[in-house]
């Protein structure tokens, strides 16, 4: 068994004992591998292990990674949609500039990190016709870091709105990158958070299905408060080379 697949069921045993621990469905949870920094091979190793889900951080990294796993996989090109159920999904979850929306539009299935209307605008025009809507996430700064990504929670409900209104995307639910700590108090706080934004919003009439929380660092923090997508990296790939 490789290093991969060994990593990915610790995971998903992480996940099912969070799940126990707080009284969740783990069938609820599902899981993003996030692959950034590491080669289309150690994608491949996970798919072959069952992962379906992969997550990217970089435009052009992603892109290239996603047609190089396509070829290793045998998979019709790019810009087809997913050839099957057990075809790679592909999540962008990095930092957006707007010159650099068109690739995103045209290749992934999901974006968790939208932060303006601008980006929201540009990615529903570019996303090819004959692709579904596109899968989105709105990221909150729910620690109100000014360095952070991410729209305020105050202004959330109005780029809700404005998603809402766009006819190629799909408003899914929102998503947090809170500041890093070790202390589980801390990280839950900033968890529950997002959920009571997303309670809010519901509330305002726009239902979100998606709470996308919780990486390698704070995944059980982030299922006691409600995540329904964990997206983790290093537990699963190892390492990462480079600081990012
Ligand atoms: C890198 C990254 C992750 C995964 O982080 P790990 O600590 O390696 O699990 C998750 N979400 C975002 C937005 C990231 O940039």
Redesign the pocket.
């Known amino acids: 068994m490789s290093l991969i697949s060994q990593n990915l069921q610790a995971v998903h045993e992480a996940i099912a004992q969070a799940a126990q621990r707080y009284d969740r469905n783990p069938t609820d949870i599902v899981l993003l591998a996030?692959s950034?920094t590491f080669p289309a091979e150690d994608v491949v190793a996970a798919w072959q292990a069952g992962q379906i889900r992969f997550?990217e951080?970089y435009v052009q990294e992603g892109v290239d990674k996603i047609a190089r796993v396509a070829e290793l996989l045998g998979l019709p090109a790019l810009n087809q949609g997913r050839a099957d159920a057990s075809a790679p999904e592909w999540h962008f979850?990095?930092p957006i500039q707007s010159n650099k929306t068109r690739p995103i539009a045209e290749h992934f299935s999901w974006v968790?990190?939208i932060d303006r209307d601008k980006i929201a605008t540009r990615l529903s025009e570019q996303r090819p016709d004959n692709l579904p809507a596109l899968n989105v996430c709105i990221q909150v700064n729910i620690s109100g870091e000014a360095s952070k990504s991410g729209v305020a929670p105050n202004q959330c409900a109005q780029l809700a709105r404005h998603i809402h209104s766009l006819p190629r995307l799909q408003l899914r639910g929102l998503m947090a990158?809170p500041e890093a700590t070790e202390n589980e108090v801390e990280q839950r706080r900033a968890f529950a958070a997002l959920r009571e934004l997303s309670k809010q919003l519901a509330q305002g009439g726009i239902v979100l299905d998606t709470l996308s929380m919780g990486?390698?660092?704070d995944l059980a923090a982030a299922i006691a408060e409600g995540s329904t997508m964990v997206?983790?990296?290093?537990?699963i790939f190892g390492k990462?080379n480079y600081a990012?």
Request: charged fraction near 15%; avoid cysteine; charge should be positive.
């Open positions: 996030v950034k997550g951080n979850i990095g968790h990190s990158v990486m390698s660092g997206r983790i990296g290093s537990a990462r990012v």
